[in-house]
């Protein structure tokens, strides 16, 4: 056994003298008038004065709001659309000057792109400027600029896409009508940039309103505070700050000393509250001392226990195999030395005792795994469950190469938690859906689907199934529903997977609500998602709620992805 030492339980204070409760002494005139009448008329001035600022700085600070939406959120980017029209004009120019030089069609097709683009663009400007103030002349050159522009483009540009032929007199036609082009987009140009700077200087201005206006009612206000502070100072810190020393002088021993108060009623009563108070701190420090003491008993007392598990777990892990193995061992031996003068009969017997010997010590590791789940705690990381499936599905490959098993599954999520006992879950699990198989082939799907800050996963086989009526029974530790000889095992393993489920926080159970014609056993259980337990915000199991909602949980006849 391994030795624990006795913890030296906590030594009591000696007992307190009993004092007399604080009664507060009568209280002058002056005294009895209570808080909420000296600060309610300041409290109202000051309150006036607040509001009146509050009521100032919101109008200024709409005004600015307004002003910088203007700009931001219209003139910036009318601005910045103005710049794609340039761009748009000229490269009609450019594309259409490229095709009457080289007659090749993809100039064209870069002619109309850019007209699409200039009229997209200049619908957007519109649009911008339709609520700007001042905007008027900025509108009427833009319609002037799309009325030259389809002016070169009927004139010169058009027709010069049907015959692709550029006379020198059209030439000079067509540089006439954009320089008129080009000189109305400049007025655009010049008018956006007048009007942003309007808009500018207003926003300006009136952020010096805001400024001016915070100023004074600063000053005013503080003038108030501090009327307020003086008031606040005589009729609550000074009888506080008494009270705050009565207080240590009773915090450093002296708990028969009485409180005693002069000031507001409220502080009067306070006194005779924190006094009260006294009293009841001390019987229940009394009482957390012996509860202590209790309680460093009774963690000795489990240290002993656990550590006379653990010598429990080493023998039985060790010295209560042993003999097995040699039982098992010798049983083998006499059948090979003498399986000559052996009958049928002898046989069988050997056979049996070899198979009890073997089923005893599947029995005793299963039970030392079930009894080690949630004793040794890792350190919670986030643990891939793909990468967890995959690690299970190799520890079961040769059951799944003996069965023709598939087993397929959706994409699983990362959750907190202890990446050996999630393995060991997940291999029971699909162990059990291919041992229990009927007479198809063994198909397994695993599904996962995020339910508020938790998953909800599932693994569904078509194998025989379980009756809604054992639900509860088949998650019990040694619980069988079929003879030893039908199925092989210890009735410890979804037992195990329920400690292990519960250890990370989630919950078991059988699926009794399956579709009508399903033919199978469908396990669900819950998981945290990473970041559950201290979410503020989005989390794993909600970024992923559009992905788990488009894959649902397809039961054995659904999709996946094989393993």
């Known amino acids: 056994m391994i030795p624990t030492s006795q913890p030296t339980p906590p030594t009591l204070t000696p007992p307190i003298p009993p004092t007399p409760a604080y009664e507060p002494r009568p209280q002058s005139r002056l005294g009895r008038v209570r808080l909420r009448q000296w600060y309610g008329i300041g409290g109202l001035v000051l309150s006036l004065l607040v509001l009146a600022a509050m009521a100032q700085s919101i109008l200024a600070l709409q005004e600015i709001g307004n002003a910088r939406t203007t700009l931001l959120n219209h003139v910036t980017p009318a601005t910045l659309q103005a710049f794609q029209l340039n761009g748009a004009l000229a490269a009609q120019d450019t594309a259409i000057r490229d095709y009457a030089a080289t007659g090749e069609a993809r100039f064209v097709t870069t002619y109309r792109r850019a007209i699409a683009t200039e009229a997209q663009t200049e619908q957007q400007i519109q649009v911008l400027l339709r609520d700007v103030p001042n905007a008027a002349p900025v509108r009427n050159d833009l319609g002037r600029l799309m009325a030259a522009s389809a002016t070169w483009r009927r004139d010169f540009a058009d027709p010069l896409t049907v015959d692709g032929k550029l006379a020198r007199e059209e030439s000079r036609t067509g540089s006439r009508l954009f320089g008129e082009v080009r000189n109305t987009n400049g007025a655009v140009q010049q008018g956006l940039g007048t009007l942003n700077a309007q808009v500018d200087q207003n926003l300006r201005e009136r952020v010096r309103n805001l400024y001016l206006s915070m100023g004074i009612s600063s000053v005013v206000i503080g003038l108030a505070a501090l009327t307020l502070v003086l008031l606040i100072r005589r009729t609550v810190l000074q009888p506080v700050a008494r009270l705050g020393e009565q207080s240590r002088r009773v915090a450093q021993g002296e708990f028969a000393h009485p409180l005693d108060i002069s000031g507001p009623a409220e502080l009067s009563e306070l006194a005779a509250i924190v006094d009260s108070m006294r009293h009841r701190i001390i019987q229940e420090w009394r009482h957390t001392a012996e509860a202590r003491a209790r309680l460093d008993e009774q963690a000795a007392e489990l240290r002993r226990s656990n550590a006379e598990l653990e010598q429990f777990a080493y023998v039985a892990s060790h010295d209560l195999q042993e003999p097995l193995r040699k039982v098992a061992s010798f049983c083998q031996m006499i059948e090979r030395r003498y399986s000559d003068r052996l009958d049928d009969r002898g046989r069988q017997y050997i056979d049996f005792a070899v198979d009890g010997a073997k089923r005893m010590q599947a029995l005793i590791n299963d039970l030392l795994t079930f009894s080690r789940v949630g004793r040794f705690t890792k350190p919670e990381e986030a643990v891939s469950l793909d990468a967890v499936?995959?690690?299970?599905?190799?520890?079961?490959?040769?059951?799944?190469?003996?069965?023709?098993?598939?087993?397929?599954?959706?994409?699983?999520?990362?959750?907190?938690?202890?990446?050996?006992?999630?393995?060991?879950?997940?291999?029971?699990?699909?162990?059990?859906?291919?041992?229990?198989?009927?007479?198809?082939?063994?198909?397994?799907?695993?599904?996962?689907?995020?339910?508020?800050?938790?998953?909800?996963?599932?693994?569904?086989?078509?194998?025989?199934?379980?009756?809604?009526?054992?639900?509860?029974?088949?998650?019990?530790?040694?619980?069988?529903?079929?003879?030893?000889?039908?199925?092989?095992?210890?009735?410890?393993?979804?037992?195990?997977?329920?400690?292990?489920?519960?250890?990370?926080?989630?919950?078991?159970?059988?699926?009794?609500?399956?579709e009508p014609g399903h033919r199978g056993t469908t396990i669900r259980w819950t998981l945290p998602a990473v970041g559950a337990t201290d979410r503020a915000g989005s989390t794993d199991c909600k970024d992923d709620d559009e992905r788990a909602d488009a894959q649902p949980d397809r039961g054995p006849a659904g999709g996946g992805r094989p393993r």
């Open 389 to 514: 499936l995959e690690r299970a599905t190799d520890n079961l490959t040769r059951l799944i190469e003996e069965t023709g098993a598939e087993v397929v599954a959706d994409d699983l999520p990362e959750v907190p938690g202890d990446r050996t006992l999630l393995t060991q879950l997940f291999q029971n699990l699909i162990g059990n859906a291919i041992k229990f198989r009927s007479d198809e082939r063994p198909r397994v799907v695993v599904g996962a689907r995020c339910d508020g800050d938790m998953w909800e996963l599932s693994c569904a086989d078509n194998g025989i199934g379980i009756e809604p009526r054992y639900a509860d029974r088949i998650f019990l530790i040694f619980q069988r529903l079929h003879p030893q000889d039908e199925y092989t095992g210890t009735g410890i393993g979804l037992a195990m997977c329920k400690k292990i489920v519960e250890h990370h926080g989630g919950h078991i159970w059988l699926d009794t609500e399956q």
